[in-house]
């Protein structure tokens, strides 16, 4: 069984950074490429990133796209988002999901994914 848990979630003001963790346990890390997606209140959850298994390639939604960086550290089985330039509009709770390898696309839609973590809420100020 693989577990995910988020970190780095909080209250930060409009222009600021966050930085957020995954920690991934119960199998070979590098086996997942790993994601970001997020669920605003009252919205269906939406892809923010994703990486692949040996961090060559990575993809983002156009909402974030030069604001948000995600990056992996396989020694420590971590996935992180750095965030940066924060809007109101990013205000939302923030999951990181495993997608085991099958193939060399990566994956957007939350049904490609194997494993979730339990989500970290990140609160943009005005």
């Known amino acids: 069984q693989v577990q995910l848990v988020e970190s780095g979630g909080g209250l930060v003001q409009a222009g600021g950074s966050l930085r957020l963790s995954c920690v991934v346990s119960g199998r070979t890390f590098n086996s997942y490429d790993m994601g970001w997606f997020r669920q605003a209140p009252g919205k269906e959850r939406e892809f923010v990133a994703v990486?692949?298994?040996?961090?060559?390639?990575?993809y983002y939604a156009d909402s974030v796209k030069g604001r948000f960086t995600i990056s992996r550290d396989n020694a420590k089985n971590t996935v992180y988002l750095q965030m940066n330039n924060l809007k109101p509009e990013d205000t939302a709770v923030y999951y990181c999901?495993?997608?085991?390898?099958?193939?060399?696309?990566?994956?957007?839609?939350?049904?490609?994914?194997?494993?979730w973590g339990q989500g970290t809420q990140v609160t943009v100020s005005s």
């Open positions: 990486i692949r298994w040996s961090g060559s390639s990575t």
């Open positions: 999901a495993a997608d085991f390898v099958t193939g060399w696309a990566l994956g957007t839609q939350m049904s490609e994914y194997d494993y």
